[in-house]
């Protein structure tokens, strides 16, 4: 099993590597819950260009981060999804709900 990590580049704005995966995410929703407790209210940009592989749990994940950010009053964006993240949200219909940037 690999490891995730969750890295603060800037005040609102987090760099995830490693595999977000059915292992790797319950480690990651908490590390990320007392970060995003952490943040004024305001725009929260998550980056995940190092994620190296992700599952449908991954997806779940970040759908679970959406929600949070709206509860602590933040606008979310991702930015940098893979291409298997991208693939999975479209098979199941969740895509447009993601927030992305380029």
């Known amino acids: 099993m690999t490891q995730v990590t969750i890295e603060q580049i800037k005040p609102a704005h987090f760099l995830i590597s490693g595999e977000l995966d ?56 991702y930015r940098h999804l893979p291409e298997q993240l991208l693939q999975i949200a479209r098979v199941t219909e969740v895509d447009h709900l993601l927030p992305l940037s380029a």
């Open 22 to 77: 059915i292992h790797t995410v319950p480690h990651a929703e908490r590390q990320m819950a007392a970060l995003l407790n952490q943040l004024p209210a305001g725009e929260l940009c998550i980056d995940l260009k190092a994620v190296s592989r992700c599952d449908s749990a991954g997806l779940a994940l970040l759908v679970a981060w959406l929600r949070a950010a709206k509860r602590r009053q933040l606008t979310l964006v």
